[in-house]
């Protein structure tokens, strides 16, 4: 059987995205404190033009702006492993 009972793939998603804001939020507080500030050392990358990050598509009457930034930081994977081991508890 390809599922556990009570096992849903979507709590799985949304308690990673639950710990990656979680763990990025307190990975951002913790930026200033000298000895927790390992926290918020991480990679950003996105998706969009090389002078202003975003693409932008000007159609005369509306103009639509793309972009996507990602910021992954060591908080935020502790906070994903943490909701990761809370959803195998569950």
């Known amino acids: 059987m390809a599922r556990e009972l009570g096992k849903n793939s979507w709590a799985l998603l949304l308690l990673m995205l639950a710990g990656v804001v979680i763990g990025g939020f307190l990975g951002y507080l913790a930026r200033d404190i000298s000895w927790l500030s390992w926290l918020n050392y991480g990679q950003e990358f996105g998706v969009g033009s090389s002078t202003n990050g975003y693409f932008t ?22 906070g994903v492993v943490i909701s990761i081991l809370i959803y195998r508890k569950l």
């Open 57 to 78: 598509l000007n159609l005369g009457v509306i103009v639509i702006t793309f972009g996507l930034s990602i910021k992954i930081t060591i908080a935020s994977i502790i």
